[in-house]
């Protein structure tokens, strides 16, 4: 071979070798670089595996009034007609009750009088019985008839009050202050008692009604905080009640939650953070310290030398911003939380913050 080619050939190959030993340098140079990053410290937290299961709004108070006579209907109050307790919501035909009411009440007039009458004689008798025996057998005759007398009158008393009481229930009166939300039947329809006639629902006393199924009741405690949200909305709610029997079919038992959200309308959907587990205690993160690769989940966990160290992790339950990390990691260690898309095992970092938090 030449002189000539055998320097090229040399050449090239101290070339190669320059560049092989320029590029295993330049990682730990790279590593060598500090990375701005900022800090935070995991912490420990007692959380609970939760569910968001649906409820509504509903009234605390929503009847269904109904008919108590049989008549006629005369007049009905409309849909969204606003009432306060008391106010007449319908009334029924009260012609043939106000007749039977005044038949009762002349039937009264004669035992009245009668019965005046016997008394009377009663007294007179009782002064003459002390005279003579055929006055005293008298006596115990119209004593006998005033006692009749009494115990029919009595009866009579007794039949008007319920003619009273069912002429009265030809008007029908709000039980609460409410709105009506339906007609089951409209002016001029015969009635018969136990009819539906209208919905009155009160709503300003509203409450949240849930329904949970039989692994989260014994979680559910007097004191307890339920998350409530919609689609744009978010708020709290505290346990009024619960039906501690389950349903048959669906095994499901009813929670009932006060809450304070204006907005929310009687018949509106909410969804509730219900607790599906007893409360324990782990190790949580912010979820900006995760590195989520396409394998696995991670964090970077900052020593006392300030150098980036790759922990492997598995997340769990979630709690606000925080999430559960299963791992090699203890509360009160140092993670990242900005910065850490640009970090490598080993690599050195500048803390630019270092945020507790609460």
């Known amino acids: 071979m030449p002189p000539i080619e055998k320097n090229k050939q040399t050449i090239v190959k101290i070339v190669f070798v320059l560049l092989g030993v320029f590029f295993s340098v330049m990682p730990l140079a790279q590593q060598n670089d500090s990375v701005p990053v900022n800090v935070t410290e995991?912490?420990?937290?007692?959380?609970?595996?939760?569910?968001?299961?649906?409820?509504?709004?509903?009234?605390?108070?929503?009847?269904?009034?109904?008919?108590?006579?049989?008549?006629r209907l005369m007049q009905l109050l409309d849909v969204g007609d606003r009432v306060?307790?008391?106010?007449?919501?319908?009334?029924?035909?009260?012609?043939?009750?106000?007749?039977?009411?005044?038949e009762m009440e002349a039937e009264i007039l004669p035992k009245e009088a009668r019965m005046d009458f016997l008394q009377r004689e009663v007294k007179r008798l009782t002064m003459l019985a002390e005279q003579n025996n055929a006055a005293k057998n008298r006596l115990d005759e119209v004593?006998?008839?005033?006692?009749q007398t009494k115990g029919e009158l009595k009866v009579a008393r007794a039949r008007l009050a319920q003619s009273r009481d069912q002429l009265a229930r030809t008007s029908l009166y709000a039980p609460f202050d409410g709105v009506v939300t339906e007609r089951y039947k409209s002016e001029g329809e015969r009635v018969d008692r136990g009819d539906q006639i209208i919905r009155l629902v009160n709503?300003?006393?509203?409450?949240?009604?849930?329904?949970?199924?039989?692994?989260?009741?014994?979680?559910i405690h007097s004191e307890e905080k339920f998350g409530v949200k919609d689609q744009q909305l978010f708020g709290s709610a505290?346990?009024?009640?619960?039906?501690?029997?389950g349903d048959q079919l669906s095994r499901l038992y009813e929670l009932r939650l006060t809450f304070q959200q204006p907005e929310w309308m009687s018949g509106h959907a909410v969804r509730v953070s219900v607790p599906m587990s007893r409360p324990r205690k782990v190790v949580v993160v912010p979820r900006d310290a995760l590195v989520i690769?396409?394998?696995?989940?991670?964090?970077?966990?900052?020593?006392?030398?300030?150098?980036?160290?790759?922990?492997?992790?598995?997340?769990?339950?979630?709690?606000?911003?925080?999430?559960?990390?299963?791992?090699?990691?203890?509360?009160?260690?140092?993670?990242?939380?900005?910065?850490?898309e640009r970090l490598r095992p080993g690599q050195k970092v500048t803390i630019q913050s270092n945020s507790v938090q609460p």
């Open 42 to 71: 995991a912490k420990e937290l007692e959380v609970f595996a939760k569910s968001w299961l649906p409820g509504t709004v509903m009234g605390r108070f929503d009847s269904r009034i109904a008919a108590e006579v049989e008549g």
């Open 84 to 102: 306060k307790k008391g106010d007449k919501l319908a009334s029924i035909e009260a012609f043939t009750l106000s007749l039977h009411v005044a």
């Open 143 to 147: 004593s006998s008839q005033f006692k």
């Open 203 to 219: 709503t300003d006393d509203l409450e949240i009604q849930v329904r949970v199924p039989q692994e989260a009741i014994n979680n």
């Open 238 to 245: 505290s346990l009024r009640t619960y039906v501690p029997v």
């Open 293 to 340: 690769r396409q394998k696995n989940v991670s964090v970077f966990r900052i020593d006392e030398n300030n150098i980036a160290e790759f922990v492997a992790v598995k997340t769990g339950l979630s709690e606000g911003d925080f999430i559960e990390v299963i791992g090699d990691l203890k509360a009160g260690e140092r993670v990242v939380v900005r910065g850490n």
